[in-house]
């Protein structure tokens, strides 16, 4: 198994070294060539969601990026990965997001709190979205005082917190096991 992470910007070195832990392989995308190598799943980590918007379309992996994932390719998007999968920007995932809905910097925060299928987990916010919205096909897996912060939409999983900045690896075996291994 390889899983592709998009390294435009972010906590790129994080899921991988949190994939190494798992025993699973992954390798770096920043270019169409990159693109290209086989691979099992993609992980778009955080990052400012307006920025990696326009590299990816200016290194052209918008359309191959999308396509994959609307043909099942296997995603799970971290805080700015959650919302380039929203209907506002790749339009892979029937969710509607509030951008930066912590506040700044200063509104960054940890907390223990229950993901469904997974039980409870560190969970770090870093001007982190949440979603405000989400359609019949998707699956809540967490909320925080009344406000969506992990989801599953078939293959495509969102969490609007950073579980790569902590010690669990909880999540990306969730992330490996059930959407990348279909739960086997």
Known sequence: MKIAILA???????????LQRIGVESFLVRNIDDWQQPKDGLIIPGGESTAM?????????????????LNGL???????GLIMLDHE??????????RNAYG????????????KGIGE?????????????AGDNVEVLAELNGH?????????LVTAFHPEL????????????NIVNGGD
């Open 148 to 156: 969506i912060v992990a989801a599953q939409q078939g293959s495509q």
């Open 8 to 18: 435009l910007q972010g906590a790129f070195a994080e899921h991988s070294e949190m």
């Open 74 to 80: 296997p995603v799970f998007g971290t805080c700015a």
């Open 166 to 177: 902590n010690n669990d690896t909880c999540v990306h075996e969730f992330f490996v096991k």
């Open 121 to 133: 987990i560190p969970m770090t916010f870093i001007r982190a979205p949440y979603i405000t919205a």
């Open 104 to 115: 700044r910097q200063l509104g960054s925060f940890r907390t223990v709190h229950t993901m």
């Open 53 to 69: 918007m326009r590299i990816i379309r200016d290194e052209g992996l918008f359309t191959p990026i999308r396509d994959a994932i």
């Open 89 to 98: 920007h790749l339009g892979t995932m029937d969710i509607t997001v509030k």
